[in-house]
């Protein structure tokens, strides 16, 4: 009989889920709006149900006797995939710490009580917060429960703030902001697979962004060029944030920075894989293991340590936008380039970048060596 795995969502974001998951022999059953539910048409099952319904998903998870649950690469999708996993006995993380992995606020506070290093922080529902007054400026004002950029705004005077905590909050599901001080440096994420409470480390990846005031991403590499040392702090801070967040089986993105003094601050962990092709595409294009394997396995119950291969290969991705136009002679003919491995124009509109949805398309590549499409 084929074991049957629940995916929480269905967008372009679990295609790789879904399509590993058939690919191995599992039975799929996909919740998720219809709306943008590309899933639909590869899953097994598809249920019209929003991902953020846990109780009914949970009901209908019972009916069927699903043995995994999981999501890649959505925030959202945490909670319940947490919810039905722990009500059902099924591999997860603890449904009584979801608010740790999924509200910044609160996960702040968490890396705070465990003395983690992040940036200086305080909550707003609306108002700017009496405690900005001891902060340095720049501010970074972001919803406190959202992802892809969505409503982050680099504040350089409090005249702007008000504003900048208004379009936070109106991106916010629970309608709160969190304003930071701004931490300046080289921006990296880690990447890492859970079981039991022992976290691997997969991969590193070095950030472009746009800059202020919005700081949407618009590259990532892998491996990180960082010095080993400097990798070597990283891992052991976001294994302690992970234990701290409680975050014990299962896929991790942990954004940090590191100061121009080489201090680690931790920004924010996802206890899910990077979105942006990272987990997807990237960590198996550079260290050949396949990461969206290892999460369903961990969901169905079992665990093969990850082999990572040495050296790395070189692997990234580049977001044709305004600001990357130039990006736009590589897509055009990719078969020019040998290291390009997947060129994917998604509008004919160039639009400038305040999100992540501003986007216009993307380049994925290997390489031997560091590969950069120059203008």
Known sequence: MKRKLAVIGASY???PLVQKAREMGIETHCFAWEEGAVC????????????????????????????????????????????????????????????????????????????LPSPHFCVSNGDVPAAVASFSWPLIV?????????????????????????????????????????????????ETISWHGKHHILQMTDKTTTGAPYYVELAHQQPSTLPQEAKARLQAVVSDALDAMHIENGASHAECKITGDGEVRIIEIGARMGGDFIGADLVRLSTGYDFVQGVIEIALGYFQ????????????????????????????????????IRAVRTSSELRAIRSSADRSGYLIWQSDKPFIPVP
């Open 142 to 190: 972001k919803p406190t429960d959202r992802s892809g950029s969505l409503g982050v705004t680099e504040v350089a005077s409090p005249d702007i703030l008000p504003e900048a905590i208004r379009r936070a909050v109106g991106y916010s599901f629970s309608k709160q902001a969190i304003v930071e001080e701004f931490v300046s440096g080289s921006e990296h994420s880690i």
């Open 305 to 340: 340590e990850p082999v990572l291969r040495h050296p790395f290969k070189h692997a990234g991705v580049w977001f044709l936008s305004e600001e990357t136009a130039w990006l736009e002679k590589w897509m055009a003919h990719p078969e020019r380039h040998p290291e390009i």
């Open 40 to 115: 639909r048409e590869y899953a097994d099952f598809f249920y019209p149900v929003s991902i953020i319904e846990k109780e009914a998903i949970l009901a209908k998870c019972r009916e069927i006797g699903i043995d995994g649950i999981c999501s890649i690469a959505s925030d959202t999708a945490v909670v319940t995939v947490n919810y039905v996993a722990t009500a059902m006995g099924l591999t997860g993380n603890d449904s009584a710490y979801s608010g740790l992995m999924t509200n910044k606020y609160r996960m702040r506070r968490c890396f705070e009580q465990h003395g």
């Open 13 to 15: 974001l679990q295609l």
